[in-house]
């Protein structure tokens, strides 16, 4: 699954000492079919304790876990809308992504200056989203001269798309973007069809000090992320962009000393790409023999012959049936043979909706 999320920001915030982290800690790109990438697009492993369990269990010859891409995009100053610096190419850039990762400074700093002479993670928030919003308002005042026009002739698809234009054209007047609108399900798929900037789902990042890294509650920063984000009902993760770059270097028991010194109990980075992973939607399914276990993305409400599909067409083609067990039962049973005696093997058709921590054999006939 080619999903990935965009990580933006001003200058000096730390976005680019966390996507460097990103890259240093990078999964090995021999493990992934078609892994030639940008230099601005980083691909990590998604952590899942589960995939080492089952590779206890079943000591397969290889583990595969599956990844997330991350794409560093370009800098982005006032006017940006209007092709100011590099504006076009950060609005390009967010137009291929499928989620914004917003890294927002929440560390004061004398030795590092800030763009605007002070530090305001709000202000940083809305400049940036006030771009988006100036981009996405020019998109919808040209569609709305040419439907308007069949609107007026009665023509049923103009009519509602112009009340979808309609909609938003009052939001973007508001300073709001498109995901704090409510549209019915007809009218999400004409949304859709606009491409909008301003639809993406977010995730705020706000990078704090090293000290405040095990415990941000008293900082007044995070707290006026916080509830910008509730207002938006967007989650906020806290890192320390410095400490994730020091974190990528080291590795097993190394790392995990490392974390514990800090007083916590797991990288931002991981909580990152966890965070992203689950703002779009997606989950893992596995499959599991002495050949290889491997984790597989998809997208939640996925159907089996689809989710087959993701490993290869003619499993999709010729998909039959699938043979389940959830990973909680086959853990529980300890085994296969004992998860089939027990009757947690089952077998499910083309209307199985996957489940995330399904470990699935597919057969099929091509």
Known sequence: MALTAGIVGLPNVGKSTLFNAITQAGAESANYPFCTIDPNVGIV?????????????????????????????????????????????????????????????????????HVSGRVNPIDDIETINLELILADMETVEKRIERVGKLAKQKDKEAVAEFEVLSLLKEAFEAEKPARAVEFTDEQQKIVKGLHLLTIKPVLYVANVDEDEVADASNNEYVKQVREFAAGEKAEVIVICAKIESEIAELEGEEKQMFLEELGIEESGLDQLIRASYNLLGLATYFTAGVQEVRAWTFRKGMKAPQCAGIIHSDFERGFIRAEIVSYDDLMAAGSMTAAKEAGKVRLEGKEYEVKDGDIIHFRFNV
């Open 45 to 113: 492993e998604v952590p899942d304790h589960r995939l080492q369990k089952l590779t206890e269990l079943v000591i397969p010859k290889k583990t595969v876990p599956t990844a997330f891409e991350f794409t560093d995009i370009a800098g982005i100053v006032k006017g940006a809308s209007k092709g100011e610096g590099l504006g076009n190419k950060f609005l390009s850039h967010i137009r291929q992504v499928d989620a914004i990762c917003h890294v927002v400074r929440c560390f004061a700093d004398e030795n590092i200056t």
